[in-house]
């Protein structure tokens, strides 16, 4: 089989399903910018600091997969073919989130992403899973896209903000907090 079809040549590209949609619909950029996300989870997963994390690393990259499935799916195929998202995996999230807590300084104050290259990645994953959640619900404005899709995208930008954080901790980087402008005299 090639990789290449020719069938999106004029800007369009199917469901599963069939349903063909044009490259700009809103689902296919919510779908797109998971798989986008995948990538730099992967990226994430490569870092010699996330070693210990690479299983867990590898189960988030299954669960975009899961939710990429049901974006590019026709409503009724979703209850024929496709891989789960249970509130478990949400649960598995902030399980990950307490540890770390416990583990990393209190937050005082906002942080400036950066100070080594793995958090900086950290961060780029963080925005993009974001804007995911954002065109996620854009499209669940004019369809229906199950509710867990949403949390479970909700938490993960949660998860990826303290994942920098633990990075920073064990990479022994110190983390920048904003200090604000603030113009004299007012």
């Known amino acids: 089989m090639k990789i290449y ?4 040549d ?14 700009a619909h809103v689902r296919i950029d919510a779908y797109g910018t998971v798989d986008e996300l995948n990538s730099y989870i992967g990226m994430l997963r490569d870092q010699p600091v996330n070693d210990s994390r690479k ?10 997969f899961t939710i990429g499935s049901h974006l590019a799916s026709e409503p009724d195929q979703k209850k024929k073919i496709l891989p789960d998202l249970r509130d478990e995996d949400i649960t598995l999230l902030e399980k990950e989130m307490d540890i770390i807590d416990a583990q990393v300084p209190p937050l005082r104050a906002f942080i400036l992403p ?9 961060h780029l994953a963080r925005t993009v899973c974001r804007r995911a959640e954002r065109a996620v619900i854009h499209l669940q404005q004019g369809e229906e896209v199950e509710p867990v899709v949403v949390r479970y995208l909700n938490r ?19 983390e ?11």
Do not use: N
Request: glycine residues 12%; contains cysteine.
């Open 10 to 23: 004029k800007g369009t590209t199917s469901l599963i399903g069939g349903t063909r949609l044009s490259k």
């Open 156 to 174: 993960l930008s949660d998860y990826l903000f303290m994942l920098c954080r633990a990075m920073a901790y064990e990479l022994k980087i110190e």
């Open 176 to 186: 920048i907090t904003w200090q604000p402008r603030v113009a004299k005299g007012k």
């Open 55 to 64: 299983e867990l690393l590898k189960e988030i990259q299954d669960r975009l």
């Open 5 to 8: 079809t020719k069938t999106g």
């Open 114 to 122: 950066g100070g080594h290259a793995s958090v900086s990645f950290g």
